[in-house]
């Protein structure tokens, strides 16, 4: 079993998709084990993003990121991780096979509409960020 993080980003919350991306994350058969509505501090985001600190994008997608309520979701299952990477598609949604979540519900890089731990260790560290308050066992 593995537990990893999905952020639902701005962009995906001011168009209402947070029932569509929950949707496909819940019939896939994984279990929403942490779920909470919130305006990210900056410090957090910034955190979130540090692999990143320095690239051309990094002030951008921070900007991004608290220009508006995110959904941080913590999710459960076997190969949790992994599903849940390959079913957001790729980073760049014009390369994202339809079928995922940036495949078929966005257009650009800048408004990729979510967030999912890379690997077990980023899933660990992200959700201790996300959720310090701890998730059920
Ligand atoms: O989100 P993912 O792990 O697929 O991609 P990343 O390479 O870790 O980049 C983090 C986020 O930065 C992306 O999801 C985009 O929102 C943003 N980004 C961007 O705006 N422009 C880029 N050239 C690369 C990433
Ligand atoms: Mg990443």
């Given at each position: 079993?593995e537990t990893t993080l999905v952020?639902?980003?701005?962009?995906?919350?001011?168009?209402?998709?947070?029932?569509?991306?929950?949707?496909?994350i819940?019939?896939?058969?994984l279990?929403?084990v942490?779920?909470?509505?919130?305006?990210?501090?900056?410090?957090?985001?910034?955190?979130?993003?540090?692999?990143?600190?320095?690239?051309?994008?990094?002030?951008?997608?921070?900007?991004?990121?608290?220009?508006?309520?995110?959904?941080?979701m913590a999710v459960r299952g076997?190969n949790a991780v992994k599903a849940v990477r390959?079913m957001m598609?790729?980073?760049?949604?014009?390369?994202?096979?339809?079928?995922?979540?940036?495949?078929?519900?966005?257009?650009?890089?800048?408004?990729?509409?979510?967030h999912s731990s890379s690997d077990a260790?980023a899933a660990e560290?992200e959700l201790?960020?996300?959720?310090?308050?701890?998730?059920?066992?």
């Amino acid at each position: 079993m593995e537990t990893t993080l999905v952020l639902i980003k701005p962009g995906g919350v001011a168009r209402n998709l947070i029932g569509e991306i929950t949707r496909r994350i819940e019939l896939r058969g994984l279990e929403v084990v942490g779920l909470k509505l919130m305006q990210a501090p900056r410090s957090t985001v910034e955190e979130h993003y540090a692999e990143h600190v320095g690239k051309p994008f990094y002030q951008g997608v921070c900007d991004y990121l608290t220009s508006g309520p995110v959904v941080a979701m913590a999710v459960r299952g076997t190969n949790a991780v992994k599903a849940v990477r390959a079913m957001m598609g790729a980073t760049n949604p014009i390369e994202a096979a339809p079928g995922t979540v940036r495949g078929d519900l966005a257009l650009s890089i800048e408004d990729n509409l979510t967030h999912s731990s890379s690997d077990a260790e980023a899933a660990e560290r992200e959700l201790k960020l996300w959720f310090p308050e701890g998730l059920p066992r």
